[in-house]
DNA sequence: CTGAAAGCGCTTACAG
DNA sequence: CTGAAAGCGCTTACAG
């Protein structure tokens, strides 16, 4: 059953294709008698434009992606900063009535996919989060003409803009709240360096323990609740004496308090333990987490604000910074 | 700057734009050497096919939709039960080489917004989960052709082919289990009446226990943390003496775990519980949570496949049905 | 305010 | 094996 066409809308309503199509786009010029009939037989007929014709003379799509240079089990895991940053994306593009086309790019050959998919034009706009080392595709996408816009700074020669949320301060009020209530040993869980939530929130640590006289003991995990566990007990092994652990993300946080319980130290008598992020896991933890909460939804929100100006040829801010606040529970 | 097109391919190449046509297309018969020449100025070009302008003639997309009928803070919370699905689809569409098109449509207008969508022939098929009462969208777009299949039974009349978990047996193996092992008031945290999944674990509950002499009793929730919560609660106090509760969720599951300890119960001693999905969370519940586990990325893969054949004109069963298991951990 | 016509960038019978 | 030509379903100057 083929659909109805312009054509035959117009052939019933007994005007031309011009005419159908702008009362389609809502063109003011037409006389209210015919849009009328225009419109029912729009109805009869159950027409809707198809949206590939429409791109190819318009050369627009209305579609914006975003891109999670990932593997969807990360991106599908419990880890909540994702859906977080979609849901935000998709709340402001839905309300621009725009369409988000989500893709999940864990291995190369995703990679290659993705920017074929952009470049034949099948979207009018890129958003990429979440990435790691310096990554060339927002680099070769926005040379190519496509509007880009990235979740936090991209790392290398890459000139783009950017929306990001504030880990360096962040990860000094944690640091500086534990030094305050007469911490010694600081210790910290960082992020993967390969990327600047990990990069920056590790930077917050050092710079606020520098003005202190407490040296740095660092662990390095990936994001993931394991690594968290695994982390702590290789700095229980290192320095059996710390009274402290800051831990780039809560997920982390999780595993790091299950390996300290395990361990038989108490939180936070013993031990005092901040997370990152203020994901609705930190307070379901025991006891439940102290933490940097950043703005993950509003993270998303404020992208794809950004990336609709650009679209629409408005110029942007080279970054915008959202800020980070210190929630303080039970485990400092 | 204007993307390359055949036509320039073409004219680099010194052949026609049929030629170049067949060689991005992969077609036998092109001699080699025009082949090779015409790969040359592809390269050199940087040129990618206007998707929009092979759509119009070939009418594909090799994009397919998976839409989700529900708001996007439940898409998008900490169940686990939607990235599953979501990342079980990407996986076979990703082998397939096609595009995942996630929907997520919370209100009427996003649910008007996603039908246009589809029928503007933005995609070549449609997946539907987590479907509430009888949702008229499966059975339209496949009323104007689209290929659709659906993640659970749809309720009404549509005949819509599907593929689910099976609720009925899942919820009979935790009763039957919860009556082996002595239990004698076995109460049930129902999920939502207008889902399939809330009806039929509720159903094999009732089943299993019409065996015994037990009798039924019941509260519902809405597949949530604190709906669990709130109906465990609920049932303490109609039933104090209760011994065992069948939760259709691991959320609920969790939210009831809490309510029981806030409320003085020693789990499993005073009260066994068994939920229902066995995500990654079952683990981490204090004792560890006995749960019936259903196959989520299984079922996304599923879905996927049987769409992929039913698009290519392949016939395909009007149902599959996966398999549910009992695990048993410290909560029984 | 309305229509005839060109054109967006491809694919695919049809000839040769 | 290759090319000329038609056509997919729209939008948008351009006339009138």
Redesign the pocket.
């Known amino acids: 059953m083929?659909?109805?066409?312009?054509?035959?809308?117009?052939q019933r309503a007994?005007?031309?294709?011009?005419?159908?199509?702008?009362v389609?786009?809502d063109?003011?010029?037409?006389?209210?008698?015919?849009?009328t009939a225009v419109r029912r037989a729009i109805d009869e007929l159950g027409?809707?434009?198809?949206?590939?014709?429409?791109?190819?003379?318009?050369?627009r799509t209305d579609s914006y992606a975003l891109i999670l240079p990932e593997s969807p089990s990360r991106v599908f895991s419990d880890d909540q900063f994702f859906p977080g940053i979609i849901r935000g994306v998709s709340q402001e593009l839905d309300s621009a009535d725009k369409q988000l086309v989500l893709m999940v790019a864990g291995s190369q050959a995703s990679h290659d996919r993705i920017e074929r998919y952009a470049l034949?034009?099948h979207i009018d706009g890129v958003l990429i989060a979440s990435m790691h080392g310096a990554d060339p595709l927002p680099g070769t996408l926005a040379r190519m003409g496509i509007p880009v816009l990235c979740g936090g700074r991209p790392l290398g020669q890459t000139r783009v803009p950017y929306v990001e949320v504030d880990n360096v301060n962040g990860g000094r009020m944690a640091v500086r709240h534990l030094l305050e209530t007469g911490r010694t040993r600081i210790a910290t869980i960082a992020g993967p360096q390969d990327m600047v939530a990990g990069i920056d929130r590790l930077t917050g640590y050092r710079e606020e323990l520098r003005g202190s006289d407490r040296r740095s003991i660092v662990a390095v995990g990936d994001f993931t609740r394991d690594s968290g566990a695994v982390a702590m007990r290789q700095l229980l092994e290192d320095d059996p004496d710390l009274d402290a652990v800051f831990v780039a993300s809560d997920l982390m946080a999780h595993g790091a308090l299950q390996a300290l319980q395990a361990a038989g130290r108490r939180v936070p008598d013993d031990v005092a333990v901040i997370g990152f992020d203020d994901i609705a896991l930190a307070r379901y933890t025991e006891p439940p987490l102290s933490t940097v909460r950043q703005p993950i939804v509003g993270q998303g929100r404020e992208m794809a604000r950004q990336l609709l100006r650009l679209a629409a040829g408005e110029s942007i801010a080279d970054s915008v910074i959202l800020p980070t606040e210190l929630v303080i529970r039970g485990t400092t």
């Open positions: 083929p659909r109805p066409t312009l054509e035959q809308v117009a007994g005007v031309s294709r011009a005419t159908v199509s702008r389609v786009n063109s003011p010029t037409v006389a209210e008698s015919i849009r027409y809707v434009p198809n949206q590939a014709a429409r791109s190819l003379v318009t050369q034949a034009r």
